[in-house]
T-cell receptor, first 110, second 115 residues
């Protein structure tokens, strides 16, 4: 049973536009949510996180929104750049473990 | 400073053989994690160490899998009697300590192929 779900396997966005990556979770006991970015042949790289007591966290071009009632979070990237093309993993933290979603492959189109 | 390193980067082995995968965490990081990533999936938790001890090994799929971290730094993931289903990328991550926002730093992974 997947506790962290990323229902879009891929997403294409024009350079300069906003990229929105979505994630749903089932376990209300998670205390942190994280986004990781992964390039081919590299390990995932931490991007941004949000505590379960917050509803928004912003870091430069990246903003994560958390809707606890809907058990939904999203990552906004604006403006999207070519270097943002990668696989993005949503993850949730609880009991010192991280549970990852399956990932969404983001393509930034020129 | 140096990041998390993993060796080998690729390992091809025959079904039934024994393999060892090594992880060198970032110096000073007390927590170390092993994950397995199969094709089209996200990383799946296997085991995590706080210092030398395995704090949680609930993700190990069966008793063919074992991991050690004898001196609280380098860790080795050991797989006995490998099966084709063990083929995956094995990722190691480390963090300063466990808990909190758990910002983990990942290595590049070892791609294991069992033929």
């Amino acid at each position: 049973d997947q506790q962290v779900k990323q229902n879009s396997p891929s997403l294409s966005v024009q350079e300069g536009r906003i990229s929105i990556l979505n994630c749903d979770y089932t376990n209300s006991m998670f205390d942190y949510f994280l986004w990781y970015k992964k390039y081919p042949a590299e390990g995932p790289t931490f991007l941004i996180s949000i505590s379960s007591i917050k509803d928004k966290n912003e870091d430069g071009r990246f903003t994560v929104f958390l809707n606890k009632s809907a058990k939904h979070l999203s990552l906004h990237i604006v403006p999207s750049q070519p270097g943002d093309s990668a696989v993005y993993f949503c993850a949730a933290s609880g009991d010192d473990k991280i549970i990852f979603g399956k990932g969404t492959r983001l393509h930034i189109l020129p | 400073g140096a990041g998390v390193s993993q060796t080998p980067s690729n390992k091809v082995t025959e079904k039934g053989k024994y393999v060892e995968l090594r992880c060198d965490p970032i110096s000073g990081h007390t927590a170390l994690y092993w994950y397995r990533q199969s094709l089209g999936q996200g990383p799946e938790f296997l085991i995590y160490f706080q210092g030398t001890g395995a704090a949680d090994d609930s993700g190990l799929p069966n008793d063919r899998f074992f991991a050690v971290r004898p001196e609280g730094s380098v860790s080795t993931l050991k797989i006995q009697r490998t099966e084709r289903g063990d083929s995956a990328v094995y990722l190691c991550a480390s963090s300063l300590n466990a808990g909190g926002p758990v910002e983990q730093y990942f290595g590049p992974g070892t791609r294991l192929t069992v033929t």
